[in-house]
């Protein structure tokens, strides 16, 4: 009944297997290498169009990377104030931009309020210099709160992004959990909506450690391997990553574990909301599940060898929580079982 | 008769192993598993003391964030001139340090000759802001052109070191190839010998992906888990380094692919000084060749298969070198074997 | 009736004469003349103890270096959401501090309520890397909308400060406007109420540009020079600063014009509430007055020959403001005459 | 006797009387005034073409930020041994530009030998993202000892950054010193010979504190504003450096301070070459003379009143220097006077 993270799975077999399979062998370094050439082909037709792909070894360097891509000198980049990227990366983007500053956007559920964004962007004239200037949107998919933008959310937000000529990352930790839960392509849920930068995440969905920052504009690309190498994430022996990705793709590996792991979040949501002792805060979008109980509640869970963690109630979240009551998170994986689900299920009964 | 890098090759099939057995089942996440916990106590029985580790993704990050964790305002790092950190990390250090300088000292064969560095850190008057003031010294071991520091040297730095009240800090990406030159312990290498941080490789020597920043000095780790976060080297499935390096201490399987690479690079380089169409450069201390022979000849030998490439010459370096000749570096690993190097050999004849 | 900002005022003739009286002659550079030695001892009198004494060229400097005196990894700065580092400096501090965030606090009419200080540093666990921590905290004295803290009210937020074993530095870039209103000394309205580390602002009430950066705590002044220098604020001919401190605390020149400033915005506030064309938006305690008025009326004030400008609404401020009215600033100085804010008040009659 | 350093002097009469003349009235704040604008037209005069003009406040804010306005990822920026950008900065530089890196290069008396600077530049693959790639060269005029760069010097120079696409900068700490040695115009000292940027220097040849970044390529200066502002260089009463430059510029005044502080170097440099005590190091051309003489000459000349510093001997400078011999430099500026340096040729006799 481990529901603590995403990150607490290790990887899928055919993963790991592809790995070992690939361990012998000598192979060009830095990324060089057949392997790595032939795993960014299938980038491409993923995606149904030429794109840049560059490996890095974990989220937190691709979202900082993209958003360095991004930057220019007093740049502002617009997220939500609840992302991933405000809240949980000990200041990543800002210290790898050398101190260019996020600016948080509300909206409700994790995700970026089209309005409230087109007003925040709004408030910085172009010539203002005191104030700095809009460099870059960057949104969540899924969002940090496990739910989903929509394609005409997407479209609504790269409307902002393309009047005030900023460019639109996705930082897609939770790409493939986002992609299968809207059953679009992963044309359709970026650069067909707008999107210009994506933080395409694999280590979430069953990798060891498996990220690529895509760009679908080629000119911004050129400058990436200088800024990927500086930032130290050039790995030498990059076919590691190139091989995770490979065995990810193959046969629809990645679609698999994504529609698994949120197929458990739904069934797991099911018990909750069937459960007397605890609720939905919202229903889930992708695989994590929000829950408001008691905290004698999740104690008595964890007790029984549930593993969840409580979570910061969002700012403009109106849940009806009552005094005592908490916010907890689940999330499943590739790894979660049934079995461990309707076993949570009896004993949250 | 691939001599390329060390980084062609993949990785030594019992770490793949391992970490394909580590992949099922749940762990903390962060290094916080006891996988991570384990391998971290091997770490302080290795250097026969407390230290604190933490494992990063890449040479790169482990050089530039221990050099971070030494820094200053205005701060300077002593290191060779031709070192790995100043001529191939895209100035990664500088941007991490945000800025602070590299300050270059020579040195016959990749070693910082004390006197130089003593020099070199002297001229820096502690109250001089115009001109900034020493921050910490680095040195490399293996060197870039594959010499070794003797116990004697590294004290002899150390001992500058001390008397400025400055760090010294090891670049070991290959670590294991001078420990098994040496025939030292680990902790006669380094905190025996005065050095106080190490960026300890794995990659090189039959890893996928496993570096290690070791610290001896348990305050100044304090602030190293921020500096890392920060820096976007906290992997969240942390175990798969943790994984590798389990399997590359087991049974010292590290040393003794170490001596393997080691005892291939001298059978190289005895073939080389017995041949007519080359000359070694210099002798090799661990897994690193350099030879001198006319571009033609190093062409003949790569349409015949060998995989080698040229080396800037050093700018102390006085070889003799005739016009038309050329520096080149051949590199062995854990993955050469002695039939492609006697097969090397036969061509060069 | 320019009313734009106190930045538009040149210097005070004492000011511009001491300059001018200081403009032969030699003197060692970059701050070790006699004259800096001399202002320096100044300020220690002023504020009644040893103190650190930097002369940096602009705020924005001084308010982003004592930032950087205070940062470490991972650091977050608590100011308020419309301080002046979040919303004038073009991301300066930010960008100085390599990257460590501003993290935006609510409070009534530009005051940081201490409870709501404490609720936001209280959300950052100490061991948590992935959202960092604290590293110091920011007032404004006086405040960006006019207003100033009482002593209480810096003491409540200077226990939040060593609670958390945070500096608590104040921006007083209208150092001297804030005093006078208050009647405290200096000392009071500093070290003796906690504060660590002030912007000492002297440019905004009569000088041409004079800032320094005090510290009480002389450990943590050793690094400034360092810092100050790095940052481009370390001046050649220092003396020229020195010789505006000098004019400026000569006879307690510096609290004159200050108390007339005070005055002035006074006046002008009377002249406002007395009008039935604008109101006041809240009482000013400094140099600042804040009116409502709708376009319209400020259209015709500026046609005769007034100069302010529109104010963004703060977030929190509920001042039953109608639709198509709008919030202006009007700042006086030590140039600001008596005659012109009657004349203003005239023409708003 | 002093001639210490020409940032000794305070500021000519005619600007501190300019500067105290403008010091009453209102202007717009942050340039935005009509003097400033004025000014700035001034420049383009001077420079016979449209030109973009950023006052900052320190010559290290000058040279940083230009150097940062030509930056790109993994940048490497050209410059002397031992310029001003390399020894007395503090790494400011690197620091603005959070991390790139200045690149030494050797030349005779403080120039770039254009050679040498070819084969450094030559050094780096365009692709090469491990040793990072040029991004600018800098050169300083008149340089650091006191020599100047012919106008077929500079061409050579630009040539090399031509050929490399490389924006070439010049450190004009001492611009008009030069100037008037060359005999040169504006124009043609710089952007007629290749120059994109120009750190120009008034502050060392009777300003206070007057620095200007001027640049040739308007687009180029479109994000300057930002570099300026986020820099903590943007000052709030900018007319105080526009009014020194106006009386700089007046009448030719900044000729007329040059060539009589060169006038003075000659003076000077033909005392020391007619002792028996000292002897030049090399010719000046500009307003700094190099001597070199025994510790004891020089102690006293010291108690006999006369003020200069000892230097560090260039790297490649082979001046046939005896054992205790000592080189010392010595600073004319717009103060010195005939009188002073003959009294300082009486006493070394």
Known sequence: MIFASDNWAGAHPRIAANLAAHASGYEPAYGNGELDARVQKKFAEIFEREVAVFFVGTGTAANALSLVSADRPG???FCHRESHIMDDECGAPEYFMGGSRLFAVDGALG???????AAAVGRFAVDNVHAGRPAAISITQATEVGTVYGLNHIRAISEVARKHSLPLHMDGARFANALVSLGATPAEMTWKSGVDIVSFGGTKNGCWCAEAVVMFDLDRAKEFSFIRKRAAQ?????????????????????LETAAHANAMASRLARHIA???KARLAWQPGANEVFAIMPEATAMMLQEKGARFYEWLK????????????????????????????????????
């Open 111 to 117: 995700r970026i309020d089209p309005e409230s964004l």
């Open 314 to 349: 969002p700012a403009r979240f109106d849940g009806g929580m009552a005094d005592g009551e908490k916010l907890w998170r689940f999330v499943t994986s590739f790894a979660t079982t049934a079995d461990d689900v309707d076993r949570f299920g009896e004993t949250i009964g």
């Open 75 to 77: 740049g502002l980049s």
């Open 234 to 254: 050039l790995f030498s022996k990059s076919r590691f990553i190139a091989a995770q990705f490979d065995a990810y793709f193959e046969g629809g590996l990645w």
């Open 274 to 276: 069937g459960s007397n």
